[in-house]
């Protein structure tokens, strides 16, 4: 798919394209990173080690902060003085 751009092609060019077969940003800037991802995505599913888990890992646009916000217990309930209210959890 993307074989048929110059390897300094930046994503923009591309983007629609490849956004139709179910990828999205991330893969790199140009076709040539996509294709050494997609090459390293295809290895880790054909013979998975170590290495190529790192590699790849370190190409993959990560998430650093998640707030996951539970609140229950006994909120905005009426008749229910006197039970506990556990106040949720954060986790951050």
Same mark, same amino acid.
């Given at each position: 798919?993307?074989?048929?751009? $110059?390897? #300094?092609?930046?994503?923009?060019?591309?983007?629609?394209?490849? $956004?139709?077969? +179910?990828?999205?940003?991330?893969? +790199?800037?140009?076709?040539?990173?996509?294709?050494?991802?997609?090459? /390293? *995505? /295809? #290895?880790?599913?054909?013979?998975? #080690?170590?290495?190529?888990?790192?590699?790849? *890992?370190?190409?993959?646009?990560?998430?650093?902060?998640? %707030?996951? *916000?539970?609140?229950? @217990? =006994?909120?905005? $309930?009426?008749?229910?003085? @006197? =039970?506990? #209210?556990? +106040? +949720?959890?954060? %986790? /951050?």
């Amino acid at each position: 798919m993307v074989s048929v751009y $110059q390897l #300094d092609t930046p994503y923009s060019q591309f983007e629609y394209r490849f $956004q139709e077969i +179910g990828f999205e940003k991330g893969w +790199g800037d140009t076709v040539e990173r996509v294709q050494e991802m997609i090459h /390293l *995505l /295809l #290895d880790l599913l054909e013979a998975p #080690d170590p290495c190529t888990l790192e590699k790849f *890992l370190e190409r993959v646009p990560m998430v650093f902060n998640v %707030l996951i *916000l539970s609140p229950h @217990g =006994y909120f905005a $309930q009426a008749d229910v003085l @006197g =039970y506990p #209210d556990i +106040g +949720g959890h954060i %986790l /951050l």
